[in-house]
């Protein structure tokens, strides 16, 4: 692990000081993400801003009635918290699916919509990666994709979004309040938030230097049943091969989003639009335009049949 400074903020101002005023900082609160890049020389912060102090861990009521979550609640108070798991369900399942008890304990709301997106070759300094390395190739493309994305990718890029609340937040049309080093505030809602690669696949959040996030919002809880599934290779501590976020109308609308198949939780209005046509022509829009390889491209079908499941649930 390359060498590095270490600081506690006292406040969310000076944290974002000291991020902004030190080349190569990064904040730090859980770390289940991070500390894994750093280990693996990926990530090579100079200096560590400790925010898992700062009052950001409450969960409260909106005046709207939807809610607000700050960034260092953690995953675990926020699956268990009983106006997510009454309103927000989708939100619960997603969280209780990720990872293990002992990493939703550490993991906060921030950190974990900020974990990197997923790909063998990012994780093997070895290899050429535009993300980790601009310019020096993908070397997923014609390599091992199985688990890689098959929408929304580039010729730069098709490395995977991995997580599961992300997915249940952008179905819920949440939003990501941040505060920069000038003291100002703004409210980012989610489908913008995550970037897709383009030209630039290092650039993965629609973040400035030294920009914190302080919360997450969401808006008053739609009607609908709620659902999250998640089809993996094993029945726990792994990511998503595909995922699926919904909430469902009894009349055969609603919201659905997909997990794991793109460079972002993926989430398309003429798809849904398309949900009492059935699961076929939801993927058909929701998908028009991928590019899989041959390694993954039954993630296509799987992400239909999947649907056709939380449909099936939904109608009881």
């Known amino acids: 692990m390359t060498p590095f400074t270490y600081e506690r903020a006292t406040s969310p101002e000076a944290a974002i000081r000291a991020v902004a005023g030190t080349p190569g900082a990064k904040f730090i609160a859980g770390g289940t993400n991070l500390l894994d890049l750093m280990k693996f020389q990926i990530e090579r912060p100079t200096h ?67 974990q990197r997106n997923r790909c063998p070759y990012f994780y093997n300094v070895h290899t050429p990666c535009n993300k980790r390395v601009p310019g020096s ?35 819920l049309d949440a939003a990501v309040e941040t505060m920069n080093a000038a003291g100002n505030t ?70 659905v989003a997909f997990g794991s198949v793109a460079p972002r939780p993926w989430r398309v209005a003429e798809a849904e639009a398309a949900l009492p046509e059935g699961p076929a022509a939801v993927v058909a829009s929701a998908f028009d335009g991928a590019k899989p390889t041959h390694e993954n491209a039954f993630k296509i079908p799987l992400a239909e049949r999947t649907l056709a499941l939380v449909i099936a649930e939904g109608k009881g």
Do not use: W
Request: aromatic share 4%; glycine share 12%.
């Open 48 to 114: 560590l801003v400790d925010v898992r102090g700062l009052p950001l861990a409450t969960i409260e009521d909106t005046p709207d009635g939807g809610l607000r979550i700050g960034a260092l609640v953690t995953n675990t108070a926020l699956a268990a918290h009983p106006r997510v798991k009454r309103d927000y369900g989708v939100v619960s399942r997603a969280i209780v699916a990720g990872a293990t008890g002992q990493l939703r304990n550490k993991a906060s709301v921030g950190g974990n919509l900020l």
């Open 137 to 171: 190739g993908c070397s997923a493309i014609g390599g091992a994709s199985r688990s890689l994305a098959v929408v929304g990718t580039s010729e730069a890029c098709i490395a995977q979004n991995p997580g599961d609340m992300a997915v249940a937040l952008m179905v």
């Open 186 to 255: 703004r409210s980012i809602p989610l489908a913008e938030f995550f970037r897709l690669p383009g030209e630039t696949p290092e650039i993965e959040f629609a973040l400035e230097p030294g920009e914190l996030i302080t919360a997450v919002t969401l808006p008053p809880p739609p009607a609908g049943t709620h659902h999250y599934h998640k089809v993996r290779d094993r029945a726990s501590y792994a990511f998503a091969i595909v995922s699926v976020a919904a909430v469902l109308d009894e009349d055969g609308t609603g919201r």
